[in-house]
């Protein structure tokens, strides 16, 4: 998605402003009147050119067919960008996991053995944005397979027929 963008006037809303140096040059970070990064992150972001605007956000406007054009804020500013890019974050809401017993990692993923997807509790497998810090849907079916595979793979054993 990002490369039909490249070299395009980028927005960006959340953490990946730096990142999406990468494809352009003229990249916004919008904080939406809420800056949640530290001094040194901003240090770093005005080094490397990246403007802040921290006006709180009125409306998205677009064309027709969807295309952003425009980004209008409550103070009635306007600022023409071609596209916006969001990363809000992630976090795991259900305890589950915890409740099983199963071990996580420095930013609460669930570990789990990366050929079998398997956690750290015998029989609770995971897969998709629980147990790592790759939020990709082709990551998360990839995972999926591994672990439908490892779990027929242990009925078979189970049953005898492996």
Request: glycine content about 12%; proline content about 8%.
């Given at each position: 998605?990002?490369?039909?963008?490249?070299d395009k006037?980028?927005?960006?809303?959340?953490?990946?402003?730096?990142m999406m140096k990468r494809s352009s040059g003229d990249v916004i970070l919008c904080?939406?009147?809420?800056?949640?990064?530290?001094?040194e992150m901003q240090s770093r972001l005005e080094q490397h050119g990246v403007a802040i605007r921290p006006e709180s956000i009125a409306r998205l406007e677009g064309d027709e067919e969807g295309h952003l054009q425009r980004i209008r804020f409550t103070d009635g500013q306007v600022l023409e960008r071609t596209a916006m890019f969001f990363t809000t974050?992630?976090?795991?809401?259900?305890?589950?996991?915890?409740r099983l017993g199963c071990k996580r990692d420095e930013k609460g993923g669930i570990i789990s053995d990366p050929?079998?997807?398997?956690?750290?509790?015998?029989?609770?497998?995971?897969?998709?944005?629980?147990?790592r810090d790759v939020l990709l849907l082709a990551v998360a079916i990839a995972e999926g397979a591994k672990a439908a595979v490892a779990i027929n793979r242990s009925l078979l054993k189970e049953d005898g027929l492996l």
């Open positions: 998605m990002v490369f039909e963008y490249r006037p980028l927005a960006i809303y959340g953490k990946g402003a730096l904080t939406n009147g809420s800056p949640t990064f530290s001094p974050g992630c976090s795991q809401r259900s305890d589950l996991s915890e050929l079998t997807e398997e956690s750290s509790v015998p029989g609770v497998y995971v897969a998709g944005d629980a147990s």
